[in-house]
Every structure is written in structure tokens, then in C-alpha cells.
């Protein structure tokens, strides 16, 4: 059947509805089914029904029917009349939703998608820095030096490289004093956590210190200006050291 086609891992077991068994066996659902249209299960074969996936999965209708409309609030499939529910193009996904991001980056590793993801920093960051310059407090300054720090001691090998490289992007972020731009936390955290990985491997060291430091300080200054300039400089470095492995590479998916 293809419902059965969706997962090859263990089925998750039917709970009565509601409380927390009932929120878990949907979340487990969604991931299943969000990761298996993601990376192209369906790409030539059906979207199976509710009662095939509820039968495949030893889940409830109304679990599976959970799910779907959750899938189908973040754009990736639709439900029409006589044709049962279909996967949508990519262009209709919601690529800022979490879940979606995580998902296609269970995808096969490109290129491409690391040079997507910092043109798309390279838009939202150094306006943050530099409204931070102008509007940031002191306990938002605290938390970009904080952040700083961390990365520093990182170098040292007493912190984790990428959650503080991230820990400092996300701080600048919430030191714009703009709520639109601390929703882009997740996104901007899951393109460094991909982007990062890979410039450290390729550079064979980590973040540049001195030119997160040059952030810091522009912002200390109130120079918006200069932090602006100071982070194009480290989103360019890392596009300029994409570019260069991409084309050492013999495939641009590879």
C-alpha cells in the first residue's frame, strides 16, 4: 500500500486523544509525514488518504487528520474536493516555519541552499546591527558581549562554537528593538547552524573573532554605520567561501 511507503521506522502506537499522548502522537505524525513529502517521497506517487496513513502508522483518524491540518497550514499540501489531499510546489511552502526548515535539511546537502540561506542573512542582519546600534539597552549590549564571550571561550574549547556563534547573532537581533526582526530568530539560528558547519570545515578554524568583535563594538558606539559594514563584511566571507568550495566541487548537490 503506499501509505506504508511514508516511514520504514518503527510505527508509533495508537493513545487515546488528547492531553500530552495525543499532542505527541500528532507531532511524531506531522514530522513523519513533513519529512517524507520534503525530501521528495512524493514527488512521483500519490499523497495517500487519512484512513491509509492512520491504518499504515497504528494511529488514530483523528491524529492523522491533526497532522494533515497542520501540514496544510504551513502551505505544503492542500485538500481539494474529488481529488483528496496533494503536495504543493515549493513555492507555496512556508520556508520561514521551523519545522519546514528542519525538514529540508534532511534533504541531500547543496550548495545551493547553504548561498540561499546567507543572501537571506545578508538582508536581514546588518539592518538589525544597525538599528541595534541606534536602540539597544544595556542589558541587550550585556547579551551581544555575553555572546561575544562565549565565543571566545569557544576558541578555548570550553563552549560550543555553534551555539554561541548563534547566541550572538540571535542577541543583535533582539537589540533592534524590532519584533519583526526577533521572529527571524529561528531562521537566522538554522542558517547558521547549516552555514557554519560547513565554512568551519572548509576554513579549518572557526568564526572570525576579531570581525564578530568589530560588530560588537560599532554597536557599543552607536555607530550604525560601521556595525552595518562590519557585518555585511562576515555574512560576505562566508558567501565568498561557499562560492569558491562550490566550484571546487564537482557537483554544486554534492
Known amino acids: 500500500m503506499v501509505a506504508r511507503s511514508i516511514m520504514t521506522h518503527a510505527r508509533p502506537r495508537s493513545a487515546p486523544d488528547g492531553g500530552d499522548a495525543g499532542h505527541n502522537l500528532t507531532r511524531t505524525m506531522l514530522d513523519t509525514l513533513g519529512k517524507a513529502i520534503v525530501t521528495g517521497r512524493y514527488e512521483d506517487r500519490p499523497?495517500?488518504?487519512?484512513?491509509?496513513?492512520?491504518?499504515?502508522?497504528?494511529?488514530?483518524?483523528?491524529?492523522t487528520r491533526e497532522a494533515v491540518k497542520m501540514l496544510t497550514a504551513k502551505g505544503i499540501v492542500s485538500a481539494r474536493p474529488r481529488q483528496g489531499t496533494i503536495v504543493r510546489p515549493v513555492a507555496h511552502w512556508n520556508l520561514f516555519d521551523v519545522d519546514v526548515l528542519r525538514w529540508i535539511l534532511d534533504r541531500k546537502f547543496s550548495i545551493d541552499l547553504l548561498i540561499h540561506f546567507n543572501q537571506l542573512r545578508l538582508g536581514i542582519e546588518p539592518e538589525a546591527a544597525a538599528l541595534a546600534a541606534r536602540l539597544h539597552d544595556a542589558a541587550q549590549m550585556q547579551a551581544i558581549d555575553a555572546g561575544l564571550q562565549r565565543m571566545k571561550?569557544?576558541?578555548?574549547?570550553?563552549?560550543?562554537?555553534?551555539?554561541?556563534?548563534?547566541?550572538?547573532?540571535?542577541?543583535?537581533?533582539?537589540?533592534?528593538?524590532?519584533?519583526?526582526?526577533?521572529?527571524?530568530?529561528?531562521?537566522?539560528a538554522t542558517a547558521l547552524r547549516t552555514s557554519i558547519r560547513f565554512t568551519n570545515k572548509a576554513k579549518g578554524r572557526s568564526a572570525?573573532?576579531?570581525?564578530?568583535a568589530a560588530v560588537?563594538?560599532?554597536?557599543?558606539?552607536?555607530?550604525?554605520d560601521g556595525a552595518r559594514t562590519a557585518m555585511r563584511r562576515i555574512i560576505g566571507d562566508v558567501l565568498d567561501l561557499i562560492d569558491v568550495a562550490g566550484r571546487r566541487s564537482p557537483s554544486r548537490h554534492d
Open 216 to 224: 560588537a563594538r560599532a554597536i557599543e558606539r552607536r555607530d550604525s
Open 208 to 212: 572570525n573573532i576579531p570581525e564578530h
Open 47 to 63: 499523497f495517500p488518504t487519512e484512513a491509509e496513513i492512520a491504518k499504515a502508522h497504528g494511529v488514530s483518524r483523528s491524529v
Open 153 to 188: 571561550d569557544a576558541e578555548a574549547g570550553s563552549d560550543d562554537p555553534l551555539d554561541a556563534d548563534i547566541a550572538f547573532h540571535v542577541a543583535i537581533l533582539h537589540a533592534a528593538h524590532n519584533p519583526f526582526y526577533a521572529q527571524f530568530e529561528e531562521v537566522v
